[in-house]
């Protein structure tokens, strides 16, 4: 589904990608540190964002060499791939500092891992205003509901086993690497 377009502008700096939200009317709230958070982690998966005419796509910088394979893309989904991106490098991190070779790896990794929490927080507060943030509340309220109702008909313990079920059910949203 790659895109061939030319006439994309790539979005390098963060105040780009401040810019375009605001010019588009894209209802998020984002600093230029965070835009620069998302480049960040954009750029260290191998991918640019860009735009052509009020259209955001991602661009593909690995998939054939020497070119970008541009896709149609949402800011949402940006902000949905790099907290999907941190949660991973979080939980890798995270098993890498219970393992160190000696003190200073423990020192570096725990670092690493404290700096990937705080870029959590921040990426937190981004995904808060995406679409995918209201589609986990209706989907929250709609098993609160069914849990409700199931109380009432089937008991508690089948009612929480059916709502457990119902959580672990997969939901993906955006295309991560």
């Known amino acids: 589904m790659g895109n061939e377009n030319v006439g994309i502008t790539e979005i390098r700096q963060p105040e780009e990608l401040v810019a375009f939200i605001q010019q588009n009317d894209i ?6 540190k965070e835009a620069k958070l998302l480049l960040g982690y ?19 910088l690995d998939e054939v060499p020497g070119e970008i394979v541009w896709d149609d893309y949402t800011v949402d989904d940006l902000i949905d791939a790099v907290c999907e991106w941190n949660y991973e490098l979080i939980l890798d991190m995270d098993a890498e500092r ?14 690493k891992y404290e700096s990937l929490k705080a870029d959590e927080a921040v990426l937190d507060k981004l995904f808060d205003q995406t679409k995918y943030r209201a589609g986990i509340d209706r989907l ?11 109380l009432d008909m089937k008991g508690l313990d089948r009612t929480v086993e059916t ?8 939901v993906m949203s955006g295309k991560a690497r």
């Open 140 to 150: 929250a309220e709609e098993l609160a509901n069914q849990f409700i109702q199931n």
């Open 27 to 32: 209802p998020i709230v984002m600093t230029d």
């Open 42 to 60: 954009l750029e260290g998966h191998d991918y640019v964002v860009g735009f052509a005419e009020g259209q955001f796509y991602r661009g593909d």
């Open 163 to 170: 709502l457990v079920s119902s959580i672990r059910a997969p």
């Open 98 to 111: 219970q393992n160190p070779k000696d003190m200073i790896d423990f020192g570096n990794k725990q670092s």
